[in-house]
């Protein structure tokens, strides 16, 4: 069982930008990938970024160029960093295991984004 921390939600202006962080509560270097998701009003939670053991990434077409997402091992910690925040990026930010494990869900953290 893992528990997941998600923190540096926050209220932006457009343009603005963020970092969030996800803490483990133990090792995550066994996790092969780990994702970013995100879940806004009346919407369904969506894949947002990923990011292997090796570190290679991927990314929803609407954050491509925007956001990075990254991987600590040893401090057992996921980050993403989101540049150029717009409106439609206001959500609750989670991480999960990619694919997501139920037990893993965490609290989240808010983001949202002032036009």
């Known amino acids: 069982q893992v528990q997941l921390v998600e923190s540096g939600g926050d209220l932006v202006q457009s343009g603005g930008s963020l970092r969030l962080s996800c803490a483990a509560s133990?090792?995550?270097?066994?996790?092969?990938?780990m994702g970013w998701y995100r879940q806004a009003p009346g919407k369904q939670r969506e894949l947002v970024a990923s990011v292997t053991m090796g570190g290679n990434t991927n990314y929803a077409n609407s954050v491509k160029g925007r956001f990075t997402i990254s991987r600590d091992n040893a401090k057992n910690t996921v980050y993403l960093q989101m540049n150029s925040l717009k409106p439609e990026d206001t959500a609750v930010y989670y991480c999960n295991n990619h694919p997501p494990i139920t037990n893993y869900w965490g609290q989240g953290t808010q983001v949202t984004v002032s036009s």
């Open positions: 133990r090792i995550i270097s066994s996790i092969y990938t």
